[in-house]
């Protein structure tokens, strides 16, 4: 049965190696161990922020799926919140099996339990399946983005 819950500090050994698991992330994070004290820094920063959410979809103990949730209010849109999804990642193991819709599912309803208006999130041009799977999901690419690395 699956669990979908807030990441405990045991958790992060674990996700910090399905953030380096793909051709990205071997590029921008590291999984020496033992494990850099920013992913801890960080870790401790999102478990404090109330509109911070760090989940992991879990089966029998076993972490399967990840993902962030931020909840930020806009004056936009007449005053609403929105909810932004990073940080998805499904364990290669765990792939192609329905899990990242299941996982969607759940984030969709927790953002309108955290009444948002609209969900968004962004995605790396170069991951093609992940966006084939996000647009499957009905996310439209309606903006172009646009980052600068500090």
């Known amino acids: 049965m699956l669990l979908f819950r807030q990441a405990e500090r045991k958790d992060i050994d674990c996700l910090v190696q399905m953030l380096f698991d793909d051709p990205l992330g071997r590029l ?4 020496q161990m033992p494990l850099n004290p920013q992913y801890l820094s960080a870790f401790e920063a999102i478990i404090k922020d109330d509109n911070n959410e760090l989940i992991i979809v879990e089966d029998k103990g076993d972490v399967l799926g990840m993902l962030q ?3 930020i209010p806009y004056l936009t849109h007449i005053g609403s919140w929105r909810c932004l999804i990073e940080g998805v990642r499904v364990h290669k193991a765990h792939r192609g099996k329905g899990l990242g819709t299941l996982f969607f599912e759940w984030a969709i309803e927790r953002a309108k339990q955290r009444k948002c208006n609209m969900v968004q999130l962004t995605s790396n041009k170069s991951r093609v399946d992940a966006l084939r799977f996000y647009e499957s999901l009905g996310f439209q690419a309606s903006h172009e983005g ?3 690395s500090l």
Do not use: G
């Not at 921008?28 to 999984?31: G, L, N, P």
């Open 28 to 31: 921008r994070e590291d999984s």
């Open 146 to 148: 646009f980052k600068l």
């Open 69 to 71: 949730l931020t909840f």
